[in-house]
Nanobody
Framework: QVHLVERGGGMVQTGDSLRLSCKVS????????MGWFRQSPGKEHEFVAA????????LYPDSVKGRFTISRDSAENTVSLQMDRLKPEDSGVYYC????????????????WGQGTQVTVSS
């Protein structure tokens, strides 16, 4: 069973940077894609980024493209999300997720989830 633990959330100001990390344990052999999602109060989970666990290919929505960078370290079993030029609308709880399949963007495509870490961007 895959276990995911996120770290790195916090409170920053508009334009600042923040780096999130996700430690992966258990079931790494079955992971093909890692992703990050975020959720704001009253909203659905929003796809933020995904990376192929083996090939390293990436996928981003337009809302974060050019500002966020996802990366993985297979040797350390970690996935990171570097967030630059943060905006207030980037605020939310950020979740790390794992999937036993190719790159995807839907929440329902990911079967394993971390507990989430709060990111707050003030204006």
């Amino acid at each position: 069973q895959v276990h995911l633990v996120e770290r790195g959330g916090g409170m920053v100001q508009t334009g600042d940077s923040l780096r999130l990390s996700c430690k992966v344990s258990g079931g790494q052999a079955y992971i093909y894609t890692m992703g990050w999602f975020r959720q704001s109060p009253g909203k659905e989970h929003e796809f933020v980024a995904a990376v192929g666990w083996r090939a390293g290919s990436t996928l981003y929505p337009d809302s974060v493209k050019g500002r966020f960078t996802i990366s993985r370290d297979s040797a350390e079993n970690t996935v990171s999300l570097q967030m630059d030029r943060l905006k207030p609308e980037d605020s939310g709880v950020y979740y790390c997720a794992a999937r036993a399949g190719p790159l995807a963007t839907a929440r329902t495509d990911f079967g394993s989830w971390g507990q989430g870490t709060q990111v707050t961007v003030s204006s």
